[in-house]
């Protein structure tokens, strides 16, 4: 059995590496997926569509253009991965949970203990809450085992 997971939220920790390398040390068939994490290259995602004077037409043409690559990622995987961190709010993050919950596709939440009263909806509708990347990749090597 193998798996495609896409690993969505925040982007300033080694979060993505750990579960990745994880999951390879347990040698768990598991292709992953993500959004593009470079901030910069994704905040100008729709720069070449034409420059915009006002910043909220640059950030809605580039959010667009990242959606194609998201909602197609998440539409393709077996399972999403969505971390919320603690340094910025990741209110794309939170969408993506929203859009698996749409899809009925199954996630996971991965974030500490301090933040489950503000994320107790996004939790309510995913199948576990895991608070470190370990406990992810346990939680794989269990839907996986033959």
């Known amino acids: 059995m193998s798996f495609t997971v896409y690993l969505s939220g925040e982007i300033h920790t080694d979060w993505r590496d750990q579960i990745i390398q994880g999951a390879a040390a347990r040698g ?14 994704s905040d ?5 569509l034409g420059a915009e004077s006002v910043p909220f037409w640059r950030d809605h043409k580039s959010a667009k253009v990242n959606a194609i690559r998201t909602k197609t990622l998440i539409e393709q995987a ?8 603690d340094k910025y709010k990741q209110w794309n993050a939170a969408f993506d949970a929203g859009f698996c ?15 489950v009263h503000p994320l107790k909806e ?25």
């Not at 919950?101 to 933040?115: G, Q, R, S, V, W």
């Open 101 to 115: 919950a749409a899809l009925n596709k199954p996630y996971i939440t991965l974030h500490a203990e301090d933040i």
């Open 122 to 146: 996004v939790d309510a509708a995913a199948l576990a809450w895991a608070q470190t990347t370990e406990q992810v990749v346990e939680i794989l090597a269990y839907v996986l085992r033959d």
């Open 44 to 48: 100008a995602a729709g720069d070449g």
């Open 78 to 85: 077996d399972l999403v991965v969505v971390r919320f961190g």
């Open 28 to 41: 768990l068939a598991v292709r992953f997926t993500s959004a593009v994490t470079d901030h910069d290259a």
